[in-house]
T-cell receptor, first 117, second 112 residues
């Protein structure tokens, strides 16, 4: 069964450093998402991406964050200058339906745990 | 404000007992509704979803959920809980648009 994969599974970085979290969505999917989950808290939407551009983003997704689909298979989340409060589990998700209207089931990756020290 | 609530932070049940996890939402129109399960250190797995039609939906692992428009609820149920069901359960809604809004989660513990 196709699945979303994410690398690395755990990333430790120092405050102020840049990090790139990588995701490989399911191959025929068209919509891509990033979510984060601070330890013990709920999953929060960060950004959605379609047709090589951001379609929606939350207030969490400020100028320190960016997303990219550099090569048609990977989908990356970059945090330019990490802060302690960026420590969280980051989930990538994708969905295959092409209407752009109805949010069908999103398939989630296993997550990358980011620890900022 | 639009929101998803799961009133129970933590529920403990005995193995073999029945289970109901509550989820309420506040949106103007009926959103699309989902339940996800997250085992420790794992990602999110879809249990079931509701878009339209029959208000009682069946999911994987023996779970079902009932949509009640009048109560803005989408409660998850299982008639007989297994020890392997111990996990965090998230209700999620997707209003018209693409992003999901997750509830705060309910942690389920199962006693032997």
């Amino acid at each position: 069964e196709p699945e979303v994969t994410q690398t690395p599974s755990h990333q430790v970085t120092q405050m102020g450093q840049e990090v790139i979290l990588r995701c490989v969505p399911i191959s025929n999917h068209l919509y891509f998402y990033w979510y984060r989950q601070i330890l013990g808290q709920k999953v929060e939407f960060l950004v959605s991406f379609y047709n090589n551009e951001i379609s929606e983003k939350s207030e969490i997704f400020d100028d320190q964050f960016s997303v990219e689909r550099p090569d048609g298979s990977n989908f990356t989340l970059k945090i330019r200058s990490t802060k302690l409060e960026d420590s969280a589990m980051y989930f990538c998700a994708s969905t295959g339906e092409g209407t752009g209207v109805i949010p069908y089931e999103q398939y989630f990756g296993p997550g990358t745990r980011l620890t900022v020290t | 404000a639009q929101s998803v609530t799961q009133p129970d932070i933590h529920i403990t049940v005995s193995e073999g007992a029945s289970l109901e996890l509550r989820c309420n939402y506040s949106y103007g129109a009926t959103p699309y509704l989902f339940w996800y399960v997250q085992s420790p250190g794992q990602g999110l797995q879809l249990l079931l979803k509701y878009f339209s039609g029959d208000t009682l939906v069946q999911g994987i692992k023996g779970f079902e959920a009932e949509f009640k428009r009048s109560q803005s609820s989408f409660n998850l149920r299982k008639p007989s809980v297994h020890w392997s069901d111990a996990a965090e359960y998230f209700c999620a809604v997707a209003p018209y648009g693409q992003n999901f809004v997750f509830g705060p989660g309910t942690r389920l513990s199962v006693l032997p």
